[in-house]
Structures are given as structure tokens and as C-alpha cells.
């Protein structure tokens, strides 16, 4: 996922203009293997509009992003399916266990395969991919990283089936709100937002900007109006920020084990959002001068690590 931000950072997500699961595997190993992708790659939106001036060697430092992209998707792929017959053969694995390798594998059949929807869009008539496809494709990869985290949690045995059903709410909501966070991450990136208003904490002069409705029909100003989008991402972690201080503090009252262990949890979450919080505003006023990527990357990476947090908070309330 961290290689994925800096493959969309970079716009290096369309300079591979075709998928193959398994030549695609090998990289251009000579000269004509470079020059035919090259010319390929010059048939397309992205370097006829945006582009044009890139030589072969400005097309190889875009190419090599998305190929370890896709690469590491294939990894992943082999990792689970091999570990899978292998678990299987030896009879490891109880029935819960391949349930949960299938879902997974499958899983990650469906993150891949939207990746190459993703990119179909940049590939017809404008050089950018859809930000809705964008956004799915980060829900989804997402979705794969936290099933197999706690899969990963269970295997460990990690302490579980903490009673406190309003803490256990509470935990819910902070949750709830960090993938709607996310959510609006990805519409940020897809329709590079911050680059419209790179102010904190006011846009275009003031708290509200007066753009925020400039679209209709007016749905479309929640996921395609940059000033909508930036403004409801800008505003959740204040909201989600409140939540997680009255989370941390109720934890207080518990003096029992689960008490201990979630008031560790709850300080680790509590540290995570403020930096991340930080970085965001930090982030997006880098975008005066273009957006620093190598913060942009840290604010992702962040982000999946407080969203990995609040996830293993919920699982310490689940039943096993």
C-alpha cells in the first residue's frame, strides 16, 4: 500500500498500459523490450496530454513504481496461495482457518483485479484515473490488510471478549469515522484537493469556503467538489479527535486487566491520531509549492497504522 501512494504520487499508475498476470511478471529485459513499451505507452492519454516531452529514460523511472506495484500484488498472491496448499496438505488448518485463507485469497483476486479497472479509466480519454475507482481500490486493499490483521491476531491468540458494551460502541464509532477518513483520503488524492486550498485552518479566507455547493446536482459536491471534499476531511478528525479523548478517559474508570490493556491501546491511539493530525496540516501546506511526497506517503502510512489500532481496540471487544 505504501508503494501504491508513491505509484499515484508520482503518476506512475499508467505508464504499464496493459495486464498480464503472468508475462507481465517479467520486467523489459532489453533495449526493444524498453522501446516497444515506450511506444505503447505514447498511444495514451497520459502522454499525449500531460507528457509528451518524457524520454525513454523518464518513461523507465514511472514504469519501474507500477511494476513493483504490481509485482508485490503477485507476491502477495503466491505468499497466501502456496502457504494455503501447504497448510492444507499437512493438515494444519481447521475448517474456520480455510474459510478465512479462501476469503482471503479471494480478496485479494478482486483488489488486483479493480486495480486494472482503476487504470482502464486513465487510459481512455483523460490522463488521471477516476477518483471513485481510486477510492474503492484504496477501500479495498484496506479491507484485505485489516482481514488479514486480525486473522493474524487471532492465530497469536491475542486477549479477547473484554464486557464493556459502551466502550465497545465508542470503539465502534472511532472506527466507523477513521474509514469514512479514509474513505475521503482517497477522494482527496483523486482529485488532488489539496492542491486547491493548501491553507490551515481556513480556506479561501474563511472556516466554510463559499465554493462548497458550486456543483450540481448537489450529491456531487460531497465526491467531486474539491472544496466539499477537503473541507469533510479537514473537519472529520476534529470530530474523530474528540472521540478517541472520551474513549481514553472512560478507560480510566476500569481497573480490572481489560482496563490495563486498553488504556495501552487507547494512549497508542490517542499519540497516532495527534501525529497524524500534524501531519496532515503539514501535508497539505506543502501543496503551495506541490505537495511533498514524501509526506504525502507518511500521512498514508500513518493513517493505515491508527486505522490497524482502532481495529485491534475493537477485536480486544469481540467474542472468540
Known sequence: MIIGAITRLTDSGLSIVEWDLIMGTIPPLSHNDWSDLFDKYKEFPQYELSNESTTLSGFKSIFWWEYIHRLLGRMIGAVLIIQFIVFLIRKKLSRA???????????????????WFMVMSGLIDRPSVSPYRLTVHLLLASSLLLFLFWFAMELRDVQRGFQNNALRKLALWITALLVLQFFYGGFMSGLKAASFFPTYPLMQGALIPDS?????????????????????????????????????????????????????????????????FILGIVTLLSARTGISINLAVAHQAVALLLLLTAVSINYRFSKS
Open 212 to 276: 462548497i455547493m458550486k456543483d450540481t446536482p448537489k450529491w456531487r459536491n460531497l465526491f467531486e467538489n474539491p472544496a466539499m471534499v477537503q473541507l469533510i476531511h479537514r473537519t472529520l478528525p476534529l470530530i474523530i479527535g474528540v472521540f478517541i479523548i472520551v474513549f481514553r478517559f472512560r478507560i480510566t474508570r476500569l481497573i480490572d486487566d481489560a482496563g490495563v490493556v486498553l488504556g495501552i491501546s487507547a494512549n497508542l491511539l490517542l499519540v497516532i491520531f495527534l501525529i497524524q
Open 97 to 115: 482457518m480455510i474459510k478465512k485463507y479462501i476469503v482471503a485469497i479471494i480478496l485479494l483476486g478482486i483488489v488486483g483485479t479493480w486495480g
